[in-house]
Structure formats: C-alpha cells, structure tokens
C-alpha cells in the first residue's frame, strides 16, 4: 500500500503551474459524446477520475487516446447506451454521462450512484429536471432505465439548489431538445462556463452560462472541436493553503483570479500577500498567519466547499480561533480527527467546525478518508515538525496530479514510497 512521507517544517519557494480542473475535465469528456465527432481536449489532468471517464467511454465505444495532457476523443461510433455497475461505482460523479446518453442514443441504462464519503450523493434535480423535459425514467434495484418519449422537450427549469451536476445534466440534455431550454437558479461554477464554451465550439448556442439563468437552444447536430480545460480553482487554492502554511513565498502560474474570488480575501485576512500578473499569482505568507475568523460554504461565487478541508489545514497553526460552517455537504469533516492527530485543536458539532490555533503540529501517522481531506493532511503535515505518514493514497490520485512531485519541486521533503 503506497503512503506519502512528509518531514515538515520546510520552507517551499519558487514556481509551479497549476493543473487543469478535474471538474470541468469531467463533464467535457462526456460531452465529447454529443458530437459523434473527434475532438482535442488540452491541459487535462492526469487523475484516476478521468481515467474512469475515459474507460466509460472506451466501453460505449468511443476511441480515447492520451499524450501527456493531451486527450483525443473520437465519439463518431458508439455502440452501447448503458453503462455497467462497475464503471459506474468507480467514480461518483459517473452520473454526468446520463444526460449525454439519453441526447445521443435517445435512451440510457445505468446503475444510481452511491453514496461517497462525503455523505449520500442524492440526484433528485438531476432526475425530476430530466422528468420534466419528456424523459420517461424508471428506478428499480438500483437502476436507472431513462427513453426518450418522442423528443426532448424544451422546458424552463427551476432547480431548487444550484447543483452543479444537476445543472451539468440538464444543459447536455437540452443542447439536443426541440427548442428553447431556460435553466434558473443554475449553478454558476466556472466548469459551468467551461462547459458551456466547449459546447458552443461544437456548435451549440448556450447563452447565460456563469450566471443564474443559463438559454439552450436546441441544435440538431454537433462537431468536435479543440478545447483547453481551465486551471483547477482547488489544486491553486490547496498549493495556497500549503503556502501559507509553511510561511513561504511561491508564485503558481496558469490561475485565473475571478475563479478564486471568495478565496483572496481568506488569504489577506490571514496576512499573506498576493499580487497578479498575466496569469501568475505570487503569494507570500507572514511567520504567524492571522486566523480568517468565519468560512461558510456556499455556492459559486461563495467559498467553494472543496477547499474547505485544505484552508482548515492551514488555519490549524494560526493566532485565535476560526469558524468553519459546512452548508454544502452534510459530512465533510473527517479530516478533523486526522488533523487533531497531528496536534490541532478542532471541535466539530453539526456543520460548525472551530479551530483553535496552537503553536505547533507535530508527525503522525495519518489516513486520508477522502480527496479534499486528503490534501488537508498534506498541507497540515508540511507545518508540522517531524514526520508524518499519510495512506489513502487512492483518494488524491482521483484529484491532484503527482502532487508530491509538485511539492517536492517546491522544497517540500515529501517522498511517496
Ligand atoms: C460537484 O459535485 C463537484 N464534483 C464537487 O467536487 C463539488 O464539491 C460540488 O460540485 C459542489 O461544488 C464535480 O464537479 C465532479 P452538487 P456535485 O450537485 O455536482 C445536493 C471534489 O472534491 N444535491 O452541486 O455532486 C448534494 O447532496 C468534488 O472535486 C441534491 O440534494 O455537487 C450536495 O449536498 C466533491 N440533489 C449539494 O446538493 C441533487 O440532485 C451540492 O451538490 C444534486 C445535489
């Protein structure tokens, strides 16, 4: 079993490129499938979340080949429209293939999602949107059995949350639907308009992306096309917390600042300063950071909930106290009783999570328990003194792209063995 190695207390220094985003990777391979066509996917991650899409597309039939940070997807044939229980459970976010499958095939066959480890993973916008626009879907042992009636309905749908998946699904759909399809309260993430950007290179007309009310009018045929993934907003924001961390001074090149918005403001209240230019961030972190005081998740534009767990590594060490509120999802504090391991003082009840700055961590023996914590480990284990070994290697391979290797190049003493 592969476990990181990390002796802390190690300044980090110089520059690094940030990786392309796992979640836009994600719901662009997907969409690949609209085009019957081949299309050249740039800046794409290595991770075992776009292997998974990968091998769910190769099982349909598709053509999938990598070089490097290079994809090409050639979806001109395909030959199945269901997607087995295996590849499904491989990774959850597999859910993004519905709407796809039902545009292209006119039916699609899969099992639900589990749940994963940040709780029940419901998809009842996913299915009640889908629902309305004339999809016909059946629920029974475990899954689901989606045909289209007739056509694809266009319809205005008001999603009660702005979930991001729900929102992914429901435009994959109606960029296919015979007509106008109006989304409100949509979800605003930045994957969304990356999406939205490939989809209208491949000759769809999405309008409002970004926003809370995003326009789909239908289109009869798509082509592929050359698309370059944004950076992920979350790899820059765990390297800031890793930063921070170690009071260092490291600039990361490939960030787009908009994308990082609820972030900045985390950063300076903790003291550190950060100054942009062309696409480099520099960010330089005081000797004792200054606690941010209160972080609520909320959605896009607000702190994203994945850099929950990395910014709680960081606020371990600071002066006083810092408030976390989880609104997004309903178990997302397993980190806490890992990092108490190395010496933080965390307490959490319900979605409230204080933190109560010490003076030092200390090397332990840690797991991680899922993908945003795991990199919480990683951050907290760069301040610590001493060693500290991390396992649950699996759960930030989904995510960060030869991580060690990135901090490693920074000054970081962190070994994979
Ligand atoms: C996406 O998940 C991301 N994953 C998550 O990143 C991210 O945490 C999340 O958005 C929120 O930003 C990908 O993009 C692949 P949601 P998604 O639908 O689409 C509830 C990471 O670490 N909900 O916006 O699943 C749901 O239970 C991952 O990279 C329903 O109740 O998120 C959750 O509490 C983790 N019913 C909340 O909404 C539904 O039908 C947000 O979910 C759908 C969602």
Redesign the pocket.
């Known amino acids: 079993m592969a476990k990181l190695l990390i002796t802390g207390g190690r300044k980090l220094s110089g520059e690094v490129k940030v990786q392309g985003s796992?979640?836009s990777t994600?719901p662009i391979l997907a969409a690949t499938l609209l085009c019957e066509d081949e299309s050249v996917l740039y800046n794409c991650p290595k991770l075992s979340d776009v292997d998974a899409s990968i091998r769910i597309l190769r099982y349909l039939g598709c053509k999938a080949q990598r070089s490097d940070n290079t994809l090409i997807v050639d979806t001109s044939n395909i030959t199945k429209s269901d997607i087995p229980h295996d590849l499904m459970r491989e990774m959850r976010?597999s859910i993004i293939f519905l709407g796809v499958l039902i545009a292209r095939c006119g039916r699609a066959k899969m099992s639900l999602p589990g749940g994963c480890e940040?709780g029940?993973?419901?998809?009842?916008?996913?299915l009640s949107a889908l629902r309305q626009m004339g999809i016909e879907i059946t629920e029974q042992h475990g899954e689901l059995e989606c045909v289209v009636n007739d056509f694809i309905k266009p319809s205005k749908i008001a999603l009660s949350?702005p979930?991001?998946?729900?929102t992914e699904n429901v435009m994959l759909t109606a960029v296919k639907a015979k007509g106008t399809t109006i989304i409100t309260n949509a979800?605003r993430?930045p994957?969304i308009t990356d999406l939205a950007d490939f989809l209208n290179s491949c000759g769809a007309r999405i309008t409002g992306a970004g926003e809370s009310t995003i326009v789909i009018e239908g289109v009869s045929k798509l082509h592929g096309c050359c698309h370059s993934i944004i950076p992920d907003r979350?790899v820059a924001a765990t390297l800031m917390s890793a930063i921070a961390a170690t009071s260092s001074s490291v600039t990361l090149d490939g960030v787009i600042l908009s994308h990082l918005c609820a972030l900045i403001p985390v950063f300076e209240q903790a003291g550190c300063e950060l100054s942009y230019k062309e696409g480099k961030l520099s960010v330089s972190a005081p000797y004792k950071l200054r606690s941010p005081k209160l972080i609520r998740t909320m959605p896009y534009p607000g702190f994203?909930?994945?850099a929950q767990a990395p910014i709680m590594a960081m606020t371990c060490k600071s002066n006083g106290l810092t408030v976390f509120v989880e609104n997004?999802?309903?178990s997302r504090y397993k980190h806490v009783d890992e990092l108490n391991r190395l010496g933080a003082n965390i307490k959490v009840e319900g979605k409230v999570a204080v933190v109560d700055g010490v003076k030092h961590l200390s090397g332990a023996n840690v797991q991680a328990l899922d993908?945003?914590g795991g990199a919480a480990l990683i951050v907290a284990a760069l301040s610590a003194q001493g060693q500290t070994e991390i396992l649950g290697l699996p759960y930030l391979e989904r995510?960060y792209e030869d991580f060690e290797v990135v901090l490693e190049s920074l000054g970081a003493d962190i070994k994979k063995i």
Do not use: Q, W, Y
Request: hydrophobic share 40%; net charge negative; glycine share 6%.
């Open positions: 796992k979640n994600l976010s940040l029940p993973r419901p998809i009842d916008l996913h949350f979930s991001v998946g729900a979800a993430e994957e979350i994203p909930t994945d997004i999802f309903e993908l945003r995510g």
